[in-house]
């Protein structure tokens, strides 16, 4: 069995995972360390995503139930993601590369909270994300800086966020074996704070072609993660399950049709 370190970050409506650490390789396709390609993000092309359903049948959390819809340019590039009675993101594009995420709040569409600046090296990679936070409800200035750092190979190795005019308080390390990431190593003011297992599926993920989950790495991978284990060195971590399983569903093209979790969410995915 391939075990994985990953951090997750969960919300009632949203679940973001936040980077990996393998521990072990594998040899059965379904359990295998992170495939990371080395490419331009942009330049990824896959099934077009519209539209994703989402119910919690109130096991865990009150029931309920939203939408998620994804509207496409001409060059089906993504452009908007509206998440019934949340955040509003749009995307803005320059030479054909994803330049900025705005996301708006939930209560009011008009409202900015969040940017997120993409800047690339000359091999189209990540340099640096820069993010813009909400400040007094008007404002949104400049309020951290993620540097991404590669080796001679091209291969991610290290993240770097800071807080504008402070020190690196939050580091990922990242670990290669035979060309793939067998390990991330989180850190927060130079000490380990989370680790995470878990295992992929051998499947397309989705979500590698969307610039609103680029913030974190690991969506970049080609396969889904399908099941996570947390172990927490603050004893602050919080979560809705541990262990984790996510049941995936697939289309004949090996894209994520329906995903089940253990503790009662499940999205059922839409494409053109």
Same mark, same amino acid.
């Given at each position: 069995?391939?075990?994985?370190?990953?951090?997750?970050?969960?919300?009632?409506?949203?679940?973001?995972?936040? !980077?990996?650490? @393998?521990?072990?390789?594998?040899?059965?396709?379904?359990? %295998?360390? @992170?495939?990371?390609?080395?490419? =331009?993000?942009?330049?990824?092309?896959? *099934?077009?995503?519209?539209?994703?359903?989402?119910?919690?049948?109130?096991?865990? !959390?009150?029931?309920?139930?939203?939408?998620?819809?994804?509207?496409? /340019?001409?060059?089906?590039?993504?452009?908007?993601?509206?998440?019934?009675?949340?955040?509003?993101?749009?995307?803005?594009?320059?030479?054909?590369? *994803?330049?900025?995420?705005?996301?708006?709040? +939930?209560?009011?569409?008009?409202?900015?909270?969040?940017?997120?600046?993409?800047?690339?090296?000359?091999?189209?990679?990540? =340099?640096?994300?820069?993010?813009?936070?909400?400040?007094?409800?008007?404002?949104?200035?400049? %309020?951290?800086?993620?540097?991404?750092?590669? =080796?001679?190979?091209?291969?991610?190795?290290?993240?770097? +966020?800071?807080?504008?005019?402070?020190?690196?308080?939050?580091?990922?390390?990242? /670990?290669?074996?035979?060309?793939?990431?067998?390990?991330?190593?989180?850190?927060?003011?130079?000490?380990?704070?989370?680790?995470?297992?878990?295992?992929? =599926?051998?499947?397309?993920?989705?979500?590698? #072609?969307?610039? @609103?989950?680029?913030? /974190?790495?690991?969506?970049? +991978?080609?396969?889904?993660?399908? !099941? +996570?284990?947390?172990?927490?060195?603050?004893?602050? #971590?919080?979560?809705?399950?541990?262990?984790?399983? $996510?049941?995936?569903? #697939?289309?004949?093209?090996?894209?994520? @049709?329906?995903?089940?979790? /253990?503790?009662?969410?499940?999205?059922? $995915?839409?494409?053109?």
């Amino acid at each position: 069995m391939c075990l994985v370190k990953f951090t997750i970050f969960i919300n009632v409506k949203r679940i973001l995972f936040l !980077f990996g650490l @393998i521990l072990a390789s594998c040899s059965a396709e379904n359990e %295998s360390a @992170i495939e990371f390609e080395i490419v =331009d993000p942009n330049q990824l092309e896959g *099934a077009k995503l519209v539209r994703v359903e989402n119910s919690l049948d109130g096991s865990s !959390f009150g029931a309920q139930e939203w939408i998620e819809t994804f509207s496409y /340019d001409s060059n089906n590039k993504l452009i908007e993601h509206d998440e019934e009675n949340d955040r509003l993101k749009k995307i803005e594009y320059a030479n054909g590369k *994803a330049l900025q995420i705005r996301t708006y709040a +939930s209560y009011d569409r008009a409202l900015l909270i969040f940017r997120d600046s993409f800047a690339y090296n000359s091999d189209g990679q990540f =340099d640096k994300i820069y993010n813009f936070s909400i400040n007094d409800g008007e404002n949104v200035p400049l %309020s951290s800086i993620s540097e991404y750092i590669y =080796d001679s190979d091209g291969r991610l190795i290290e993240i770097a +966020s800071k807080r504008v005019g402070g020190e690196f308080s939050y580091k990922r390390i990242f /670990d290669w074996v035979d060309g793939r990431i067998y390990a991330v190593n989180e850190y927060r003011h130079e000490k380990k704070a989370i680790t995470t297992e878990f295992l992929i =599926d051998s499947k397309n993920n989705y979500k590698r #072609y969307l610039p @609103i989950y680029w913030l /974190d790495p690991i969506n970049l +991978s080609p396969h889904n993660v399908r !099941f +996570s284990s947390v172990t927490d060195y603050t004893g602050t #971590y919080d979560a809705v399950c541990n262990d984790c399983n $996510f049941k995936y569903v #697939y289309n004949a093209e090996g894209y994520p @049709i329906e995903m089940k979790t /253990d503790w009662g969410l499940t999205k059922k $995915f839409f494409y053109e």
